[in-house]
């Protein structure tokens, strides 16, 4: 799944060992910290597939033009802003650059040590009249330090003395500055892809101050439409016994510091280049030059080394409390480690902020907010490190006015949170797998009480966090209607979207029902806790939203009510009220160059079949595994299976999970593995757009969810673990209810040790024990849970009928020249 000669196994670095400039290792290299992320480009900022500076939030809007327009669809589209780029220290000697199209090159190599958070890369080049050239240079994005990046940079002719020029740039590459812009390769791509980036042809950053003192370069903007401005400043530092000239250049896209060096043989040439990006809503440019200033001038002090130990102390303490081992497996410990690091450079100082689909890592999905953050990544943030948990939930409290707007816009109470966003406008032009994928609004309640009860944090939860819940299930009570038949009350959903995005607006979508059920009763339930527990904070809530007695009461009758659809005749769950009724899509029989099918099929296509994106019904079964006996995650597993395409990235981990639970345990370590390597092996033809993020996220929770059998269903920690074969021991660290744990999986025990905090009460398959500090619990595993091999085929269901009578069928359709046909496969 990895090309290893490029990419040598190593668990702690990920080694490149071939230069290469396009798209997938300008991601897995990028660095960041949630609020700035720096590609993965070469310093000599050519070629390259998206030279990118990211960060989180800064954005452009504009008019969705819709070729039909209705009431109530998007109107703004947002896509994240290319910040002007600072990682160009292009180098020349006798006066010609690097190019390694023709460079003869002697030696390559490039790192990124994920102990220390330092991207490095050397170089040996042979310049023409045999001058050798070693290259090193190195840069950070500190995780300490939110607004502050580092690139270093040290050159040595070895062999000769030579004149060697180092010109440092800030480049607006938004807007094409740059000797070498022209048309970046992302844009040079033909074909659809709904997953890339909105590309913009007007000018997005309007200058506003660009300035040099000395050593010290200044640009700043302000951006077009959506008002939002942007500084960057730029300080240079050089140390050489060389003699050494240097030159400035300032334009409003440019700025240019230039060191001319007569260097001697074998004697180096250190340039260190210290930057600082501030950005706001509101905030005229001048004063985030100011911002940038004070952050330089406060590195300064503290010096460039004590930086680069702070970052490696940062992660230190990030890997004490999120490192996941998986014993005897190099190869999958290097995936493992740089997928959680990821995570950190996704969201650990996004400080407020949402976590997008890419991070700061690319401009695939136009750097928005999806439900990923809430299903995928939360689970990690909440049991290792609790406060981005925090902040990011903070995010989504920040959004309620705006999808307070939302849900009266479409005729409903409380509020919708925006399916993708930045600034928390809805932006999804394609409602039907956009905004009516309502669940969103159940997936953040979700989220909140997860992190409510694995953390204790109810202070968060009465002040603010308690809003979601409550306007979110508003939501729920006026989009559902009651019918009755038999004399019994049913509570239905209609004309909404699940996770699946290859069926849409649908009735009686199973997870979103399912899901929508929990976020009723868990605003029901909190709401009474806070009116017991806190008076004072259950007025304040009456009065921020308006809370009436009876609601609560509402919540839980439409709760109970909730219509759950159920397949007699199959024996499993149906995904929708009409889902069984079409026909099922023979994926085994279709040419895998028609995959991923939305790139090859039209959605009305599509939506005529049982084929699915991603897991939906299986999705819910792990989220609300203890609503569903054993025996139902089976029949659904094994129905569902055969259906998912798996052309979404979310889809694998959550695979993973339940093969694991029902007994599919090789199967699920296939899952696994496909998710580890999703940006590491390309597997989707488009790691070049940004990091998976959500994918990232779902690996942990395949590590200690699926393989670590770990569950908290109704706040009550417990584990069943599904050791893989193959692996010796799996060990994690988790944080609960303000106690550090390290949870240990071995063939014949599991092992709970308390390493700060108060004692911990968890279950292993039904019985309860305790772990504290000084006395590990040790529990004796007599397997591994079942198994059956294999994979889950729809055979066992060729005999079985639909509610109705009639018999499942598989086909494939088929595209001729002239006119589309459906082939029925045997």
Known sequence: MIDRDRFPIDPWRLIETRHSEEGVGETLFTVGNGYLGLRGNH???????????????????????????????????????????????RVYVDDEPISFDEADVREYRRVLDMRTGVLERTVVWETPSGKRV?????????????????????????????????????????????????????????????????????????????????????????????????????????????EYSARQLCEPDTAKNVFRVQAKAGVPIRLTKLVSYHTSRGVPARELVDRCRRTLDRAAVEGVEAQFRKQAEWLAAFWER????????????????????????????????????????????????????????????????PQWARNALRARVLMLPAARRRAAQLNEAGALFPWRTINGEEASAYYAAGTAQYHINADVSFALGKYVRATGDEDFLSREGVDIAVETARLWATLGFWRTSDGTETFHIHGVTGPDEYTTVV????????????????????????????????????????????????????????????????????????????????????????????????????YRFQVLKQADVVLALFLQGNHFTPEEKLADFEYYDPLTTGDSTLSAVVQSILAAEVGYQDLAKQYFEQSIYVDLGDLH??????????????????????????????????????????????????????????????????????????????????????????????????DQGPLIPGRPTLRRFADARRDDGTRLSASVPVITTAIPIIETVD
């Open 134 to 242: 070693r290259i090193r240079d190195e840069r950070i994005v500190s995780f300490e330090e939110r607004h502050l990046a580092i690139l270093r940079l040290e050159v040595v002719v070895e062999n000769s003395d030579a004149p060697v020029t180092i010109s440092c740039q800030l480049l607006n590459r938004q807007d094409g500055a740059g000797v070498y812009s022209g048309t970046p390769a992302a844009a040079q791509k033909t074909g659809f892809d709904p997953r890339r980036a909105e590309k913009i042809g007007d000018r997005v950053l309007e200058p506003v101050e660009f300035w040099q003192d000395g050593l010290r370069s200044v640009l700043s903007y302000q951006v077009v439409d959506s008002g939002m401005t942007v500084a960057v400043v730029a300080d240079h530092v050089i140390e050489t016994e060389n």
């Open 507 to 606: 009735n009686d979508n199973l997870f979103t029902n399912v899901m929508a059920r929990y976020n009723l009763r868990y605003a029901a339930r909190v709401v009474r806790e806070i009116a017991e527990r806190n008076p004072a904070a259950y007025e304040a809530l009456a009065d921020r939203t308006g809370l009436s007695a009876g609601e609560p009461d509402a919540w839980d009758r439409a709760a109970e009510a909730m219509f759950i659809p159920f397949s007699e005749g199959l024996g499993i769950h149906p995904q929708d009220s009409l889902f069984l009724e079409r026909e099922v899509w023979d994926l085994a029989h279709t040419p895998r160059e028609q995959r991923p099918l939305l790139l090859h099929f039209h959605p009305l296509v599509i």
């Open 43 to 89: 310093i000599e900022g050519r070629g390259a597939h998206e030279h990118g500076t990211f960060i989180n939030g800064l954005h452009e809007t504009w008019p969705i033009r819709h070729a039909e327009q209705a009431y109530g669809f998007a109107e703004v589209g947002q896509t994240i802003v290319n910040a002007p780029d600072a990682k160009i220290m």
């Open 685 to 782: 033809h488009n790691a070049a757009d940004g990091v998976h993020v959500a994918s990232a996220g779902g690996v942990w929770t395949a590590l200690v969810s699926g393989f670590g059998g770990m569950r908290d269903h109704a706040g009550e920690l417990s584990f069943d673990p599904r050791l893989p074969a193959d692996w010796p021991s799996l060990s994690f660290p988790m944080q609960w209810q303000g106690s550090s744990l390290q949870v240990t999986v071995l063939r014949d025990q599991l092992r709970v040790e308390v390493r700060s905090g108060e004692p911990v009460e968890f279950a292993v398959r039904g019985v309860a024990y305790t772990a504290a500090v000084g006395a590990d619990a040790v529990v004796h595993l007599a």
């Open 322 to 385: 999120s490192d996941v081992q998986i014993g005897g497996h190099d190869d999958l410990q290097q995936a493992t480690r740089w997928c959680l690091l990821q995570l950190a450079q996704a969201a650990a100082r996004a400080d407020g902020t949402g976590v997008p689909a890419k991070g700061v890592s690319g401009s695939g999905y136009s750097g928005h907010y999806f439900w990923d953050t809430e299903i995928y990544v939360l689970p990690f943030l909440t049991y290792t490190s």
